[in-house]
RNA sequence: GCACCCGUAGCUCAGCGGAUUAGAGCAUCUGUCUUCGGAACAGAGGGUCGGCGGUUCGAAUCCGUCCGGGUGUACCA
């Protein structure tokens, strides 16, 4: 494409020294195989009708020779035909084993921040987004030419570390504990919370302030205090750590909340000192950001000295400012946290940290109420958790492929797909509105359709021992959607990179598996009476949109089976 | 109140760096089928793109405004 619009740009150029940038589409094709509306965006600065520039544009294309047909069409389109050889040849020039890559980040370090779950409870949907959508950011960073660092920053201090305790010693023991393990200790989360509610609405904080003194405690050392949170942290993050190998996801680094505490509080005083913190009469300390337009101050600490959020994100930013420059940083969060990220990023600015800080924020995960209205996924009213959601896909898998010769690894592969592609059917922003159809939705636009149409590929190549051919006398007529869809790659990696739009591969992705089931309902590659060179050059098609299946698959964190 | 997000087919969602006839999946209906693997393919019906106004030769797309829904708005994370 790029070759293509360069064409136009310097036709653009010779007629009417403009530099315009031209930009391509892809029109109904009765009209063309790609088409550009340059010639009304030129009317004005040229002074001509738009018609009249379209057709002296299109002379010129023609004398190109590039193009096997070039037409005006409407107010001022140019239609282009290009021939299928000539794409052909085209794709042939382009590729190479990293097609679909670029260097676009120039070597530049970026940290993706994900899944960052909190131990408070068990690993849920509603880190299913931030999981998901942040491996498929890395990974798109990494493919684009950036250094790539990852890290799980867990949510392992402040406030679920003093309902736990409260809870624990409130509603549950040792025995339960060890039998229940994580699950035990959301029951004591939710439990507790539910209680410290009727607490706040009856007036009282007898339990709150038991929360708040087991925060202090843990703070000042206590060791008590630190015994139980070792002894919960360990029983979560055990937990968190199988449900992101069965996810297939990791990170570099996991500096949770609780390494940050410390630095935090120092961090703090330092501001303090600066003069860019002010402490209130109450203890508290804060950050005015009124120069950056936000009116709300900035909590850094609260009034009893426990450190909060913001507290260690200060210290985050500042720690991997001296540990490695970053020039970017993505937190992969929620979109509760708009307006915490827009005063954290503030605050960063007002520090003199130059790095480029995204909050890449998801659309919620939503479930239907009885009356049709949409609400929030939550804890209160019962969450769909990580583990469950994964055995069902499991079974729902296993349950198609019975009776045939699939591995388990493939079931798993399928099912994990099914999952993830269904989180990027949507723009990220997205609300999505839970539910196991969807999620496991298996035909249609899907994760496991995506993955059949590469199981057949690959069964056909495997079958069939592509060889080097001499293709000169073929003209790739029957193929030519899917060499434009393979054409169409880079790009969309490019875009789906730049934007942080995991969903646009996915959406690429399912317009050619698309592309490829209908080709071969119509065109035998390895049967019936085909030429060996017509075998040949199909089979050499296929195999670059093997390649093209399994890259960008993998770009969304999902793995093409062997057999499904 | 203010800030941000959303409103496109019965449902779930694309499209929104303007442009030739607004798309996909699911659901409904009809075909294809002794398959290089049917988790497939071909086709049908179904839409005042929330309302109004503006910019433009041209608006689902940009701007304004109103309506409807969601989220957030310092001692939670």
Known sequence: MDKISKIIQDAVFKLFESEQTVQLSSPDPQFGDYSTNIAMQLAKTVGKNPREIADSLADKLRESGEFSEVSVAGPGFINLRVSAKNLSDLLEQSWSEKYGENKDGDGKTVIVEYPSPNVAKPYSVGHLRPGNQGWAVKRLMEATGWKVITDNHIGDYGAPFGIWVVGFLEFSDDEKLDNGGVYELGRIYIRTKQALKDEATAGERQLADQVQEWLLKLENGDTEAQEYSRRFNEISLAHIHEIMNRMRISTDLELGEAFFAPKGKQAIQDLLSKGIAIQNPDGSVIVKLDEYGIDVPFLVQKSNGTALYSTTDIATILYRESMWHPDRVIYAVGPEQQFYFTQLFALAKKLGIKTELIHLWFGMIEQINEDGTREKMSSRKGVVLMEELLDQAETRAREIVKGRDVSDEDIKKVALGAIKFSDFMADRRTNILFSWDNIFALSGFS?????????????????????????????????????????????????????????????????????????????????????????????????????????GLSLLGIEVPIRM
């Open 447 to 551: 994760g496991p359709y995506v993955q059949y149409a590469a199981v057949r590929v690959n069964k056909i190549l495997r079958d069939n021992n592509p060889k080097y051919a001499e293709t000169e006398s073929y003209d790739f007529e029957p193929e030519k959607t899917i060499i434009m869809k393979l054409l169409d790659y880079p790009e969309v990696v490019k875009v789906s990179a730049r934007d942080l739009e995991p969903h646009k591969v996915a959406s690429y992705l399912y317009e050619l598996a698309k592309d490829l089931n209908r080709y071969y309902e119509q065109t035998p590659i390895a049967t019936g009476d085909v030429s060996d060179i017509e075998k040949q050059a199909r089979l050499g098609i296929l195999k670059k949109a093997s390649h093209v299946f399994a890259h």
